[in-house]
């Protein structure tokens, strides 16, 4: 296993491609990009792939369910992009979120992780927000999964699951030191609520959480018009971490890479002889609580 390695997480703007190739080249840029930068794992944001219903005609992106319903026609051909483009340059890349239809008809919002061999991965979003499940009908994940990668395990918390303390520490209790956050909120409030729980969780854990937004303002979407947000990595605030526990942040609302490096070994080292043991004392603070009836 890998000790350290770069990590890019994206604030990416909602565009209108309007086209497969423009979508393409658009992604091959970003890749590009960070790769350049001598990251070794990407992550993109939730719901970053709604800007493809920006190649099917005005009726179809103006309807919400229309949308998904036809996205579908290119899920594979998305797939296939990011896994052509994890092996092309041997990258790990966790490609934010699509509304992917099910046997059963429902709708997830899944996450894919794509690994430089070609293989794949995924994690389905476990908590729905009132829109999801109010306006678009998408369904919760039912499997709370710890991914495993040659730099050690990750588990994936789709921008509202973060809000919840047992998704995460679950995913670190099974081993995973880095928990990734793909993200989509359209007011500051809700950016602000993911960056809070994504910070907690780093806290309480004693892990590495990474933040990945969408940004900017897609009035043509009916799903993604309004983007409001920061990428982030976010560590334990103690010895060897910085002070306000903020190792990279992105300039809110612009369209960029954060980069950070990560160091497993540091959050060990830390659970060992830090300030406090919060990942530690995660079980026994439940010994407080009298569950006779």
Known sequence: MTTSFRLAAAQYDIGFPGNWSAYES??????????????????????????????????????????????????????????????????????????????????????????????????????????????????????????????????VSICYDSEFPLIANAQVQAGADLILVPSCTDTLAGYHRVKIGCQARALENQCYVVQSPTVGNAPWSEAVDVNVGAAAVYTPVDYGFPDNGILAQGELNQTQWIYA?????????????????????????????????
């Open 261 to 293: 490096d990560i160091d497993p070994v540091m959050l060990a080292t830390v659970r060992n002889t830090g300030q406090v043991f919060n990942y530690r004392d995660w079980s026994s603070q439940f010994r407080f609580f009298n569950t006779d009836s």
């Open 26 to 155: 658009k992604i091959q840029l970003w890749i590009q990009q960070a790769a350049d930068a001598g990251a070794e794992f990407l992550v993109f944001p939730e719901y970053f792939s709604m800007e493809l219903a920006s190649l099917f005609p005005e009726p179809v992106y103006k309807s919400l369910s229309g949308q998904l319903q036809a996205m579908q026609s290119l899920a594979d051909d998305f797939v296939g992009l990011f896994a052509q483009q994890a092996s092309i340059n041997g990258l790990h890349i966790l490609a934010g979120t699509f509304p992917l239809r099910l046997e059963s008809g429902n709708y997830a919002n899944r996450s894919w992780l794509f690994y430089p061999d070609g293989s794949r991965d995924y994690q389905d979003k476990l908590q729905m927000t009132r829109f999801e499940k109010e306006h678009w009908l998408i369904s919760a994940g039912e499997e709370i999964k710890v991914i495993n990668t040659k730099f050690g395990k990750i588990g």
